[in-house]
């Protein structure tokens, strides 16, 4: 019995060395998964925010575009009255009615 219980405390004896490794194993692992953790949030957390920044960008390109639009067209009409003023007096005045 007392030789059984020796065997059985030697066989523990490799397992209890390897503890502070098992040990060291699994804060290693704990702390990956903490950090994994805390990238996955921090994505979670940044995504909306640049979704956000890329639809103000493009509202506010959109809005730019439209200024500039509106810009040439009253750049267009200006020019169309000039040149229809230029014909008028080319030709003495209104020619459009009786």
Do not use: C, W
């Not at 060291?24 to 702390?31: G, L, R």
């Not at 994505?43 to 979704?51: D, E, G, L, N, V």
């Amino acid at each position: 019995m007392q030789q059984l219980q020796q065997l059985q405390g030697h066989q523990e004896l490799p397992q209890l060395q390897q503890l502070p490794q098992l040990q060291q194993q699994t804060k290693d692992k704990v702390k990956d998964e903490l950090v994994a953790s805390n990238k996955n949030e921090k994505k979670a957390k940044i995504q909306p925010r640049a979704k956000v920044n890329d639809e103000k960008i493009a509202y506010h390109k959109k809005e730019k575009k439209a200024l500039k639009a509106e810009k040439v067209k009253k750049a267009l009409y200006k020019i169309q009255k000039l040149q229809q003023k230029a014909l008028d007096e080319q030709f003495g005045g209104d020619h459009g009615g009786f």
